[in-house]
């Protein structure tokens, strides 16, 4: 057996295609059949099966894939360890969060880690998926929620304010929200239990678009004070206190921490965020207009 054609069967797993296992991997779809081929070949059993389209594990795939998964979480975390074995404050950090906070809150205040630690890059991988810290999909993720399972280092570093936000041309009539995907969220759901009946004229999975949509007068949004409050074009309908309030958490793999790189940035981040606490809250707000009804 190959061991790494465990790799090209967990991402298959994962991604349920082999087109979608090509580009995570970053190799031809041909490619992934063939390592595939050779694994059940290797086993002498099937491992997959094509299933409307998705490519599901079998009985025993099941299993393998869940061996196959530990195997891949150990080999990431030696090489955590032998990176922490190397006391130098140099290389990538990959830090994962919904996009609006990478690129709003983030990313204008990333020269100061650099100016800090010269010998630092960073990759932001904009997702409001939950990557796998273990897996070495992100080395930092910073998330709205705090997860019911995993092996992680977890720190609430923040709570963050939601109001509504109408455009700065006058009010509107109507909201825009979230897709059917995102209707979990607290925010979605407080507009749900108040505003339930009124009309809903745009629908995205996207924080960004709901921000355009709101200038462009389409509709009233809830938004993170955060990114909204400085927003052109925004302006605060629900009054100087936020509607609702959600936590911010920082999550690391124990084995990661180790790591004087991600330890450092890990450390400026929980710095930073404290600093700008009020901004998170909505303190002291933009506030302007009517109080939404």
């Not at 393998?64 to 955590?80: M, N």
């Not at 004229?201 to 993170?224: D, E, K, N």
Request: aromatic share 6%; charged share 20%.
């Amino acid at each position: 057996m190959n061991w790494d054609d465990l790799r090209f069967l967990v991402v298959i797993g994962r991604e349920g295609s082999l087109a979608g296992a090509a580009r995570c991997l970053k190799v031809d779809q041909t490619t992934v059949a063939r390592r595939l081929r050779a694994l059940e070949n290797a086993l002498a059993t099937p491992l997959f099966e094509r299933d409307e389209g998705r490519w599901r594990p079998t009985p025993v795939g099941i299993q393998v894939l869940a061996r196959a998964a530990r195997i891949e979480e150990d080999v990431a975390g030696l090489t955590r360890i032998a990176e922490a074995g190397r006391d130098t404050m140099t290389g990538t950090v990959r830090i994962t969060s919904v996009g609006t906070l990478l690129a709003n809150w983030l990313t204008p205040r990333l020269p100061g880690l650099f100016a800090r630690h010269p010998g630092l890059g960073v990759e932001l991988v904009a997702s409001n998926a939950n990557l796998n810290v273990a897996r070495r999909e992100a080395d930092i993720a910073l998330r709205l929620a705090r997860p019911a399972e995993g092996d992680f280092l977890i720190r609430k570093v923040a709570e963050i304010g939601f109001a509504v936000y109408g455009p700065a041309s006058g009010a509107v009539d109507g909201w825009v929200g979230y897709d059917d995907a995102l209707a979990h969220t607290p925010e979605m759901r407080w507009l749900a239990e108040r505003h339930g009946t009124a009309p809903m004229r745009l629908r995205t999975a996207s924080m960004a678009s709901l921000m355009c949509a709101v200038a462009a007068g389409i509709g009233q949004a809830i938004l993170p004070c955060l990114v909204a409050d400085p927003a052109p074009g925004l302006i605060r309908l629900s009054g100087a206190a936020p509607v609702l309030t959600r936590e911010l958490w920082l999550l690391i793999h124990p084995d990661a921490r180790q790591q004087p790189r991600v330890a450092a940035v890990a450390d400026w981040l929980a710095e930073r965020i404290a600093q700008d606490q009020p901004a998170f809250l909505g303190q002291p707000p933009h506030v302007a207009g009517p109080t939404a009804a």
